[in-house]
């Protein structure tokens, strides 16, 4: 069993920075994709950002130069660098298992408003 911890959300206004985190235990040696996940309030949970474990990244087209995906295997966690933040962001944020959808955490709320 897998269990993922996101963190790092807030209010922030157009153009600033938030950093999320999603720490994952459990189960964790069978991962090989790591997903960062979003849902806006009355919209479908959409694939943001993905990693795999030797580094490849793939970023939906609309955070493409303003999101960044990292991860850090020592700390089994998954980062996102989200610079340029847009009211269109405002979402609740999720990390999951690219390949294999486990259990959804509760996610972090992000809001970009001024």
């Known amino acids: 069993q897998v269990q993922f911890v996101e963190s790092g959300g807030g209010l922030v206004q157009p153009g600033g920075s938030l950093r999320l985190s999603c720490a994952a235990s459990?189960?964790?040696?069978?991962?090989?994709?790591m997903g960062w996940y979003r849902q806006a309030p009355g919209k479908q949970r959409e694939l943001v950002a993905r990693?795999?474990?030797?580094?490849?990244?793939y970023y939906a087209d609309s955070v493409k130069g303003r999101f960044t995906i990292s991860g850090d295997d020592a700390k089994n966690t998954v980062y996102l660098q989200m610079n340029s933040l847009k009211p269109e962001d405002t979402a609740v944020y999720y990390c999951?298992?690219?390949?294999?959808?486990?259990?959804w955490g509760q996610g972090t709320q992000v809001t970009v408003s001024s």
């Open positions: 459990g189960s964790i040696f069978s991962i090989y994709t």
């Open positions: 990693i795999t474990n030797g580094g490849y990244t």
């Open positions: 999951n298992d690219f390949a294999r959808t486990r259990t």
